[in-house]
């Protein structure tokens, strides 16, 4: 998952707790093997590879994920979008140079869910088009691995994959686990912490990678509409939802909303927030349960 991984269960003995543990990381590591863009014999690459040929015909497990990124990009106004990885071409953070113009917009023909011809369980792209899992693999990969460590009979414990979260169960005495919140201007520290006995939290921050130009400050955080960098955002946000899939594409849809449309979109949706702006102020419903300071996973 390029991210550091950890799991703490509650068990009767010692070698219950290591199976259920070894069972989770297995299937960890089977989501990462199937649908990971960075292997060619992935079932994602297999899509890619064949953009603009012949459909290609997808696992039940696959369509079901294909079918919630339908979902999530016809409920987000496009903005949550799995074909936006494209953008990858001309958009390096790590160079400091802005892509042109021209460069940006020849990604925009190959970039849009509604071009992608999906009738379950067939998929077909156009010549160009790509797939990313990205932006929702690891949060179901967490929820995935929860399932796991239930079905060998845990039922307190947590399990945290680069940051995405997704409680089994509570202590065994019922109190919270205590999931810090990065504190986006000193990222080795919590800003505050939540308290969480089910459910999944998922996190998307601007501050990881970023770049200035010109005295101008560019997010990573590329909205698929038009393949700039995303203005007038929140520093970073954080969800809670019964899955971490959804806390996942809450958090993500939310940054890409930005300041002003964010807060009401995640109070329609009834789901608990916590937001952070650029100048450290916080905000959102989850406010109100927050502890000063924790550490995630205690």
Not at 59 to 65: G, R, V
Not at 66 to 79: I, K, N, P, T, V
Request: charge should be negative; charged fraction near 20%.
């Amino acid at each position: 998952m390029a991210s550091p991984c950890e799991l703490h269960l509650y068990a009767s003995d010692a070698a219950g707790a290591e199976r259920a543990a070894q069972a989770a990381i297995a299937e960890v590591r089977r989501i990462e093997t199937v649908y990971s863009r960075y292997r060619d014999d992935s079932v994602v690459s297999l899509i890619n590879q064949s953009a603009g040929g012949e459909p290609v015909t997808v696992d039940d497990e696959t369509a079901a994920l294909l079918d919630y990124a339908a979902a999530a990009f016809e409920q987000s106004d496009g903005l949550f979008d799995i074909t936006s990885g494209v953008l990858r071409r001309v958009w390096d953070f790590k160079s400091g140079q802005l892509p042109s113009v021209e460069d940006v917009d020849a990604c925009l023909d190959q970039i849009g869910w509604h071009k992608v011809e999906w009738q379950s369980p067939a998929i077909r792209l156009q010549s160009g088009m790509q797939l990313d899992f990205g932006g929702f693999g690891k949060e179901y990969a967490a929820d995935r691995a929860a399932s796991v460590c239930e079905a060998q009979g845990i039922t307190h414990g947590l399990v945290e994959l680069g940051g995405d979260i997704r409680v089994v169960g509570p202590h065994p005495d019922g109190r919270p686990w205590q999931v810090g919140v990065r504190n986006p201007g000193d990222p080795e520290r919590a800003i505050a912490a939540i308290p969480l006995s089910h459910g999944g939290l998922a996190s998307s921050g601007d501050y990881e990678r970023c770049m200035v130009v010109d005295g101008v400050r560019y997010s990573h955080i590329l909205d698929p509409r038009s393949g700039w960098p995303v203005a007038g955002t929140m520093a970073a946000v954080t969800t809670v939802a019964p899955l971490c899939l959804l806390a996942g594409t809450g958090a993500t849809v939310a940054m890409l909303k930005g300041s002003a449309a964010a807060p009401l979109w995640l109070s329609d949706l009834g789901m608990p927030h916590l937001w952070i702006e650029q100048d450290g102020r916080l905000g959102g419903s989850l406010v109100a349960n927050l502890t000063d300071s924790g550490v995630r996973g205690q």
